[in-house]
């Protein structure tokens, strides 16, 4: 049976875990971290744990252990479910219980959980839309954050779907590429590396910063013109990357 980490805890997973009343159910109120682990190591857990700090500094939210615990609650789970080589885990961090309203307890009691399952095998390149029912907000700050709110995305991965496509592309509000619907976003163009910026709605992932850093990769303005030129184009997680084989009309 595989186990949870739950506030200190392991815990089962058919198990009850979060109180109806949790605001991360209620409200969405809250955050989440996927970290990919090989050969038994956490990835960029230094660059995950800042954005997920600094994503609850910005929202407010205290974060219930240190660096150091979360790392040893990381491999003890990988542990407990047999997974010390690969896996991918998944750390969430909500507001905790809660009355009914938008505000908070004046003294808030966040969940802080961790679960953990295989990577998933590595998939053929992607066919993608361009989103036409949904768009990224560049304006909202949460644009920035990892939020427990995935329904632009959500809403997107059913419209490429009911198209024929893997992902869709998601514009921001001006008609430019911000990201996909779970990843960034690579092109290649005349020779050169480059990817949405922050501003225009892309998520500021690790993989992203790693590749930018590796690939000199520019962080620019994309638009649709220069989708349909790229040379090579890929998506990126903190899971890997895949390729893209074309967008669809």
């Known amino acids: 049976m595989s186990v949870l980490w739950l506030n200190g805890d392991f815990v089962a997973t058919d198990k009850p875990a979060l109180l109806a009343h949790d605001r991360g159910l209620t409200l969405g109120d809250g955050l989440f971290e996927t970290i990919a682990v090989k050969a038994g190591v956490p990835l960029r857990l230094d660059a995950h744990l800042k954005r997920l700090r600094d994503g609850a500094d910005f929202l407010g939210l205290p974060v219930p252990a240190g660096d150091q615990v979360l790392h040893d609650a990381i491999l003890g789970l990988l542990g407990a479910n047999g997974l010390e080589g690969e896996a991918a885990v998944r ?119 790693a590749l930018i850093k590796n690939w000199r990769a520019e962080e620019r303005a994309v638009t649709v013109a220069d989708l349909r030129r790229a040379d090579d184009m890929v998506l990126t997680n903190a899971l890997g990357m895949r390729k893209v084989a074309r967008i669809l009309d």
């Open 91 to 209: 750390l969430t961090l909500t507001a905790g219980p809660g009355p009914r309203g938008l505000p908070r307890p004046e003294v808030p009691a966040p969940t802080l959980m961790l679960a953990a399952g295989r990577i998933p095998a590595e998939a053929p390149p992607a066919r993608m839309i361009i989103a036409r029912t949904t768009c990224r907000n560049e304006r909202s700050p949460l644009s920035r954050l990892k939020t427990l709110n995935y329904l632009d995305s959500i809403i997107a991965r059913r419209e490429a779907a009911a198209r024929g496509a893997d992902d869709a592309v998601l514009l921001n509000s001006q008609g430019r590429v911000a990201e996909a619907s779970a990843a960034n976003l690579f092109l290649s163009l005349d020779g050169r590396w480059i990817t949405p910026s922050v501003a225009e709605g892309a998520l500021p992932g690790t993989m992203r910063a």
